[in-house]
């Protein structure tokens, strides 16, 4: 603009509108050369139709001559889709003349452009990749009638697949500039690599910052597998049986392994037995009550009878038993790694008691 | 606890004699303003008048023999209280807030309500058992939150009764008249200075006049006896005495949580938006009420004041012994019908079954519970649809009309449950501790 005045975006959109409505009408380039020769050289009438639409669309939409929308281009590329089955099917039904007449056109399709060659083979494609294809026909901005004559072929690659044979030149061969580039070098790459690391100064202080973070996990990973567990033995013993007088609760074993020993009957039979100190509600410690003749929890007032059996509160099944036997030396030996529970029938275990 | 019974008196005669000074002070001010300000000389005097009872009660107390409650009163009040008596009087007391609201609101019955409060407390603080319960630096905050939603209750209901009763003359509420801008600066700023500096004051009061609540050190077989959750998880730990684990520790608590936040997208009522009602909201106003203060600031002062050793239930003025016996048998719900109803032993898998049979065995043993849980899911909302909400089913739509009757059924099994512990001693509808399944 020749004043100083910034463009408001209203403006700068009219001036792009401009800018596409004066580029040269390159779909309708497109159309046209590619449809001509596909109606001269194909008389099949069935394929025509179908070929026909993506190279129309294009041109009576933008009459403008202006980029095309997403939408237009997946509509071009799914038309060209629908078009190129139309075309294997009838190849496939079998019109042999057809074939012979078909079977000389790839080489010329292929050198001519090896896009549309790969479209026909794959079939239905997903949409990213219709509108990649699309896309790449479509260089963004004005284009010159020459661009928009070679782009063509590559814009409709089913109609040209088949029917069409346009009269192309075999292409030059490469010069030695156009030629793809080997891959950079191995070593390059690790280069690379170190100096994103270490290159800066913010590289050096991430990385390092990383490594302390990393040996900071494995450290507290470390932590939690201690060399010495203070826990106490699982396994430890009580004192003989005749120490248990019939009827008693033995507490004095609670504050050190949490397990009460108690000398009572279960299904009529008189047998020694360890309960485990905690609450099948939710995990809390309950106390004996000997005034009660009871085990009451504290936090939400569970009670159970002498032999474990729950009968008040919460508590939804009896307490546990911790595995029971007579060591060699005629000591009860209490074994807290093995649980027994009452409701599923567990109590009937020999292990889980000693019978006196 | 406390020392001797005559050091318990003189610290708590100290105690209540500024206690009562406190609130003759506070009833001074009333007056003084009522009669500056507003003119009402009347009303001035009457509370002149009970400035200088308090303060006669005041110098009581100071001399050592502050007014407590008659041992028969304490005794009957130990002796009544229980589960029961306690949903029920609560419930009846909201109730009777609730329905006699326009009379409540006045300010001069609001205050009168306070000052009462307030009294009742001192009286009842002469008793050692009450003390030691209201002082304990666990409670003494919970003491205050009571009485600050108290005023917070009344605050919004009185709002809301003016809004209503302005709505009835077609008026705007009174929330859209005064709509107009603060300044942030120095409006907002200043009063949130005021409030930090009150704050501060406050805390470091607190911090010096109460010790920290510490208990002994922690053990892994040592429960504290009776051992109580945080004072905001009391409700939930009211809630694990009825339920399984499972079922009241993480199923209901995410359905409260869930529950809250569908509230706007179940709520069809435009209504009440920016503004306190009652009126143009009841259906909401009840149900969130019922929840909030029914279901979970009462049963957290159940938990705090009313729990005690053994988490049984004891009386305001009771003595929290831990050898106190309460005869709690619960059974099953398959028990009552399979042993009492049908004079027979519970349908047990033969022994050595496979997995298959021994779950047949056990949903028949369940069967009466399951069917009743199914029935109360699943049959009760149609019928709700088709009856009392009628109404709310046409205008919410089928999805969000079973989302609402699923949750209000949910929110009802507690009290439901309570009810059934409390009267048939029924400890679980559906009980399958084989696979720690219960309801």
């Not at chain 2, 050190?217 to 006896?225: D, E, I, L, R, Y």
Request: hydrophobic share 45%; charged share 15%; aromatic share 12%.
């Amino acid at each position: 603009m020749a004043d100083k005045k910034k463009m408001s975006v209203a403006e700068i959109l009219a001036a792009a509108r401009k800018a596409d409505a004066a580029a040269p009408a390159k779909p309708v380039a497109s159309g046209e050369a590619a449809e001509a020769p596909a109606g001269e050289t194909a008389p099949a009438p069935a394929v025509k139709p179908a070929a026909k639409p993506p190279a129309a669309k294009p041109a009576a939409a933008k009459p403008g001559g202006a980029r095309p929308s997403v939408a237009e281009m997946m509509a071009a590329a799914r038309a060209e889709m629908a078009a190129s089955a139309t075309v294997a099917a009838k190849m496939a039904d079998g019109a042999p003349a057809k074939k012979n007449d078909a079977a000389p056109k790839p080489s010329a399709a292929v050198k001519a452009s090896p896009k549309p060659a790969a479209a026909v083979a794959s079939g239905p494609k997903d949409t990213g990749s219709i509108l990649a294809e699309a896309r790449s026909g479509v260089k963004p901005g004005p284009m010159s009638k020459a661009e928009a004559a070679l782009k063509a072929p590559a814009a409709k690659p089913a109609a040209k697949s088949e029917k069409t044979r346009i009269p192309v030149p075999p292409m030059p061969p490469k010069p030695e500039y156009a030629k793809p580039k080997p891959a950079p070098a191995v070593t390059e790459d690790r280069r690379g690599f170190l100096s994103v690391m270490m290159g800066s100064f913010l590289g050096i202080g991430f990385t390092c910052n990383a490594i302390v973070y990393g040996l900071w996990t494995l450290g507290t990973a470390r932590f939690m597998f201690p060399n010495i567990l203070t826990e106490p033995p699982s396994k430890f013993k009580v004192g003989f049986p005749s120490n248990f007088a019939p009827g008693q609760v033995e507490t004095k074993f609670i504050p050190q392994y949490g397990v009460w020993v108690v000398n009572w009957e279960y299904n009529g039979q008189n047998e020694i037995y360890a309960l485990r100190s905690v609450c099948t509600h939710l995990g809390c410690t309950p106390n004996w009550l000997e005034g009660e003749q009871k085990f009451k929890c504290p936090c939400h007032g569970s009670g159970f009878y002498k032999d474990g059996i729950n009968f008040e509160g919460p508590a939804p099944r009896p307490l546990e038993r911790y595995a029971i036997h007579l060591a060699d030396d005629g000591q009860l030996e209490i074994d807290k790694s093995k649980l027994f529970q009452e409701e599923i029938g567990q109590w009937s275990d020999p292990a889980s008691f000693v019978a006196v | 606890m406390h020392g001797s019974p005559e050091e318990f008196r003189a610290g708590i005669s100290g105690f209540l004699g500024g206690y009562y000074l406190f609130l003759a002070a506070m009833n001074s001010v009333l007056a003084f303003h009522l009669w500056h300000n507003k003119h009402k000389v009347a009303q001035a005097c009457v509370w002149v008048v009970v400035t200088f009872v308090l303060v006669a009660i005041a110098s009581a107390a100071m001399g050592g023999s502050p007014p407590g409650l008659p041992a028969w009163l304490r005794d009957d009040v130990n002796a009544a209280t229980g589960p029961v008596v306690y949903s029920v009087g609560t419930t009846a007391l909201l109730a009777v807030l609730y329905l006699g609201r326009r009379f409540f609101v006045r300010p001069m019955v609001a205050w009168s309500g306070l000052n009462l409060a307030l009294v009742a407390m001192g009286f009842s603080m002469v008793d050692e058992n009450f003390a030691s319960i209201v002082t304990k630096p666990d409670n003494v905050p919970i003491v205050g939150l009571v009485f600050l939603l108290g005023f917070f209750t009344w605050l919004a209901t009185s709002q809301a009764v003016e809004n209503d009763d302005r709505a009835k003359q077609g008026l705007p509420p009174k929330e859209k008249l005064d709509n107009e801008k603060v300044l942030v600066w120095p409006d907002l700023v200043y009063t949130e200075l005021i409030c930090m500096i009150a704050l501060t004051a406050f805390l470091i009061v607190w911090g010096i006049a109460l010790q920290a609540p510490l208990e002994a050190p922690a053990s892994s077989v040592k429960t504290p006896n009776p051992s109580k959750a945080p004072w905001y998880f009391l409700g939930l730990q009211e809630m694990l005495v009825y339920y399984d684990p499972w079922m009241a520790g993480v199923v209901l608590p995410s359905l409260i949580i869930f529950g809250l936040m569908a509230i706007p997208f179940i709520d069809f009522n435009k209504k009440g938006n920016g503004y306190f009602t009652i009126e143009q909201r009841k259906f909401s106003y009840l149900i969130f009420q019922f929840g909030f203060l029914e279901m979970w600031v009462t049963l957290i002062i159940l938990g705090t004041f009313f729990r005690g050793p053994n988490w049984n239930i004891f009386g305001p003025f009771e003595y929290w012994d831990p050898h106190k016996v309460l005869a709690l048998n619960n059974v099953d719900l398959s028990q009552y019908f399979w042993v009492k109803g049908m004079g027979r032993g519970l349908p047990k898998a033969p022994p050595g079954s496979g997995l298959g049979t021994e779950l047949l065995w056990i949903a028949l043993r369940e069967g009466p519970g399951i069917l009743l849980l199914l029935g109360y899911f699943l049959a009760l909302p149609p019928l709700m649809a088709t009856t009392v909400f009628r109404k709310f089913f046409v205008k919410m739509g089928f999805i969000r009309f079973m989302l609402m009757s699923n949750l209000l059924l949910f929110m009802a099994a507690l009290p439901l449950k309570m009810a059934l512990r409390w009267t048939l001693n029924l400890k679980y509808i559906v009980s399958i501790p084989e696979y720690f399944l219960n309801f």
